[in-house]
């Protein structure tokens, strides 16, 4: 059984940084693409950030020159730095990612969620 465990998470003032990680752990072949989302109160889950194996980043245009998704292999991780944060990025931010446990079998996990508010 694979477990995504985030941390990182917390309050900050508009303007301010965060840097959230997720570490991947248990028996797997290799990871795919790995990915941020965000879920606001009574508003459904959204995609931040996602990023490939070979590196290749997309960012949801509301995050865009402010965030940055990035991963280590090694330790297979995936972090967020998350800069000039604002109110409206106020949410639970989950990871997630492909778990390849043989070349044609994957499987999605989804991290517990750790809370970011941005308030003064």
């Known amino acids: 059984q694979v477990q995504l465990v985030e941390s990182g998470g917390g309050l900050v003032q508009p303007g301010g940084s965060l840097r959230l990680s997720c570490a991947a752990s248990?028996?797997?072949?290799?990871?795919?693409?790995m990915g941020w989302y965000r879920q606001a109160p009574g508003e459904q889950r959204e995609l931040v950030a996602t990023i490939t194996s070979g590196g290749t980043t997309h960012y949801a245009d509301s995050v865009k020159g402010r965030f940055t998704i990035s991963r280590d292999s090694a330790k297979n991780t995936e972090y967020l730095q998350m800069n000039s944060l604002k109110p409206e990025d106020t949410a639970v931010y989950y990871c997630?990612?492909?778990?390849?446990?043989?070349?044609?079998?994957?499987?999605?996990?989804w991290g517990q969620g750790t809370q970011v508010t941005v308030s003064s």
């Open positions: 248990g028996t797997m072949f290799s990871i795919g693409v």
């Open positions: 997630k990612a492909e778990i390849r446990y043989s070349r044609f079998v994957t499987r999605d996990y």
